[in-house]
Nanobody, 124 residues
Framework: QVQVAESGGGMVQPGGSLRLSCAAS????????MGWYRQAPGKQRELVAD???????NYEDSVKGRFTISRDNAKNTVNLQMNNLKPEDTAVYYC??????????????????WGKGTLVTVST
């Protein structure tokens, strides 16, 4: 019902910047929270940052002051500007969307959708 497509990512040197973008499309009534998670090799997936439909943001402690999340409600997009990247930021980054959809039982329900992930590598 909801497709999530990410773009951006790649390789950058420490101290560099990257911008991730994500767009949600398909059949839904509204989008609640949009955000970014990441998963490094051998580690669990963790929240990086998310943003509500009203613009309230939440950041993981290690990215505060370096990453900025923003969204365009009209376009159903969310971006993550990543500055001063560090080697420990290396991971696959996943876009997450919580959308209100009509289920097969004709009931509105908030459901979670994920992108396929985009690799961010910070290395010399």
């Amino acid at each position: 019902q909801v497709q999530v497509a990410e773009s951006g990512g790649g390789m950058v040197q420490p101290g560099g910047s990257l911008r991730l973008s994500c767009a949600a499309s398909g059949r839904f009534f509204s989008i609640n929270t949009m955000g970014w998670y990441r998963q490094a090799p051998g580690k669990q997936r963790e929240l990086v940052a998310d943003i509500t439909s009203s613009g309230q943001t939440n950041y993981e402690d290690s990215v505060k002051g370096r990453f900025t999340i923003s969204r365009d409600n009209a376009k159903n997009t969310v971006n993550l500007q990543m500055n001063n990247l560090k080697p420990e930021d290396t991971a696959v980054y996943y876009c997450h969307v919580n959308a209100l959809v009509l289920t097969t039982y004709n009931v509105l329900s908030p459901e979670d959708y994920w992108g396929k992930g985009t690799l961010v590598t910070v290395s010399t």
